[in-house]
């Protein structure tokens, strides 16, 4: 059912803002009859626009439908003075996230900076492959260009363009070219994603200037940045639509299908598009006649991904087989490796709560 359809029989429709515990803040929808009405009589018994925070019906509970971030939802019995509301139903979603969870997205906004902490091809191309995954469009801003030369931003330009992505160089700080990332924003609802400390929640503070997002420090000796988001949120964007902002994170998880991965580098899409391999099953690592493995530069990350993306699958089929002796260890660098499992331990030691419950066992079975 579609929102007009709701919209016709005069529920209230909303959007959820944010989700905390078992609370749900929804705006609601500007346009609706009955708000409108409420303005109109009284403009300041509404805030601009009306922000109601919900319960969820347990009804949506026992069914299992969960609410997320950026869901549409119809609300029931507005309380209007008290800012209150329960959410009725969900409507049908057009996207959806797991990670983070979040519903109704349009694109993924990746922002990185050129320096401090410096630009890492191996993290950047993480990220890229876990954009590329979710199946959205990915826009790429490269904050602090303010540190590097003309020079150096053509290089690394250049560089990217070779991965089949044109980056939007842009700095917080002095307001470089923030207005052209804003433009590629509007009437969307955008996921902002990166690792911390690249300038994430100084972007959204000179997007929306109503907001005042806590923003972190670089760490001095890991040249990375301090984590300052702590749960997902939208926030309205001047210009129309929406940004979420989302707990920064390091290492995205590599959880894609082994199959699958080649399909989210634009540069191996590009030969596919020319030729074909040999095998339909082909992984593109030994493989005759295979048409992607050659000499383009993230061939290597391919790779590295391929066996994060092998290592999560055995895992997975192997939870599904109690007998497995074999475990999943997490190296550096986001790395994994199986190594068998250890013999459970079949000497230890009672501990003497157990001691002291046999003997009042053994007291009772005496008497």
Partial sequence: MTGENFAATGQLLGTVLAVQANFYRVQLDQEDGEIREIREQDPSHLPHPPLLLCTRRTRLKK??????????????????????????DVLPRQSELDRPAIANVNQILLVFAVADPPLEPYQLSRFLIKAESNGLDVLLCLNKSDLISQQEQQQISDHLLSWGYEPIFISVKDGINTDQAARYLSNKITVIAGPSGVGKSSLINSLIDSLELRVGEVSGKLARGRHTTRHIELFELPSGGMLADTPGFNQPDMDCNPEELIDYFPEARKRLAVASCRFNDCLHRDEPECAVRGDWERYEHYLEFLDAAIARQTQLHQQADPESTMKLKSKSKGQSQYEPKLESKKYRRISRKTQLQDLQELYQDEE
Avoid: K, T, Y
Avoid at 72 to 77: H, K, M
């Fill in 63 to 88: 069914i299992g439908q969960q609410v997320m971030v950026g869901d549409r939802v119809v609300i029931e019995e507005p309380d209007w003075a008290g800012g209150r509301g329960a959410i009725a």
